[in-house]
Nanobody, 133 residues
Framework: QVHLVESGGGLVQAGGSLRLSCEAS????????MGWFRQAPGQEREFVGA????????????DYPGSVKGRFTISRDNAQNMVYLQMNSLKPEDTAVYYC??????????????????????WGQGTQVTVAA
């Protein structure tokens, strides 16, 4: 079982930056992909970014939707069991509760499953991000 705890949310002016952190429990963190999602009031949960486990040659895959590409960066520190979401050039429409998620099932295929919330089996409690105009 994996326990995820997000932190780093808050109130920021449009154009500002925030870095979200997610700490995972357990000793197999490096072996599974991680994702970030967000949910605004009255809207469905939306994919924000994903990072694969470490692949051969220490390469990781990352992916973002068009709405945040170029502004958000996901990274992971396997030694610390941490995944981060650096958010720059924030916009009011980025306001939402942000969740990190872990995909620990062995049948997760990064190219196919990275943006699907149902592909992740553990979720954090979320952290609120509010971007003021």
């Amino acid at each position: 079982q994996v326990h995820l705890v997000e932190s780093g949310g808050g109130l920021v002016q449009a154009g500002g930056s925030l870095r979200l952190s997610c700490e995972a429990s357990g000793d197999t963190f490096s072996s599974y992909p991680m994702g970030w999602f967000r949910q605004a009031p009255g809207q469905e949960r939306e994919f924000v970014g994903a990072i694969s486990r470490i692949l051969q040659g220490r390469i990781t895959q990352v992916d973002y939707p068009g709405s945040v590409k170029g502004r958000f960066t996901i990274s992971r520190d396997n030694a610390q069991n941490m995944v981060y979401l650096q958010m720059n050039s924030l916009k009011p429409e980025d306001t939402a509760v942000y969740y990190c998620a872990a995909a620990t099932k062995g049948n997760f295929i990064f190219q196919d499953d990275r943006a699907r919330a149902e592909s992740y089996d553990y979720w954090g409690q979320g952290t609120q991000v509010t971007v003021a105009a």
